[in-house]
């Protein structure tokens, strides 16, 4: 079984300031990892994902993620925030041939 | 054509209604899914079809009835619905890219039911 924690609820961040949003998995199989971002009434929309080889990946809109496989992890970073990055973000996970989990998302407000 | 588009935008109906939520894309993907999110929450699977046949059913109620006509079009149908039955719907679709699915979203239908 999988399962994907991310323990922020919400994150407020000033504008150009950084922001890490965490995510740990669980799997007893090896799985791909992906981050999704969710707009005002929109619906989600694919930053980044892992698959494999390098554990860093680079996604849209400046986002990068590190997979870190001992820490079961994978965070998601932004050096320099803009007012357009306020958004719903979700880590998910899935295992070949098996749905998608997601983890209970984290709500990014970015203040000027 | 890179959308997954939703009709309506925004729903709202009694408990004794019968309505309609439509879904298309003309990407060629095979697989395409209804998903219920509540605020605040992720989105939750109710349903897959791939080739156009109902292959996942994640035990949602029969008051939603999902219907695959072609390729392109994924409805559900909504009958009798509950207050606690109020989300946003969204319909996805994927393709398969090395072995991973592709999921593409659409901006969904705010359903209330009152």
């Known amino acids: 079984a999988q399962s994907v924690t991310q323990l922020d609820s919400q994150v407020p961040v000033f504008e150009e300031a950084p922001v890490e949003l965490r995510c740990n998995y669980s799997?007893?199989?090896?799985?791909?990892l992906f981050w999704y971002v969710q707009y005002p009434n929109q619906g989600l929309q694919l930053l980044l994902k892992?698959?494999?080889?390098?554990?860093l990946v680079k996604g849209i809109n400046g986002f990068e993620a590190e997979f870190n496989k001992s820490q079961t992890s994978f965070h998601l970073r932004k050096p320099s925030v803009h007012i357009s990055d306020t958004a719903e973000y979700f880590c998910?996970?899935?295992?070949?041939?098996?749905?998608?989990?997601f983890g209970g998302g984290t709500r990014v407000l970015v203040k000027p | 054509d890179t959308e997954v588009t939703q009709t309506p935008k925004h729903l709202v109906m009694g408990m004794t209604n019968k309505k309609s939520l439509k879904c298309e894309q003309h990407?060629?993907?095979?697989?395409m899914y209804w998903y219920k999110q509540k605020a605040k929450k992720p989105p939750e699977l109710m349903f897959v079809?791939?080739?156009?046949?109902?292959?996942i059913n994640e035990s949602v109620p029969s008051r939603f009835s999902p219907e695959c006509p072609n390729s392109s079009l994924l409805n559900l149908h909504l009958h009798a619905l509950q207050p606690e039955d109020s989300a946003l719907y969204l319909c996805?679709?994927?393709?398969?890219?090395?072995?991973?699915?592709?999921?593409?979203f659409g901006s969904g239908t705010q359903l209330s039911v009152l």
């Open positions: 996805a679709s994927s393709q398969i890219e090395r072995g991973w699915e592709k999921l593409f």
């Open positions: 799997s007893s199989v090896s799985v791909y």
């Open positions: 892992y698959l494999s080889g390098s554990t």
């Open positions: 998910a996970s899935q295992a070949a041939g098996n749905k998608l989990t």
């Open positions: 990407m060629g993907h095979r697989a």
């Open positions: 079809y791939s080739y156009e046949k109902l292959s």
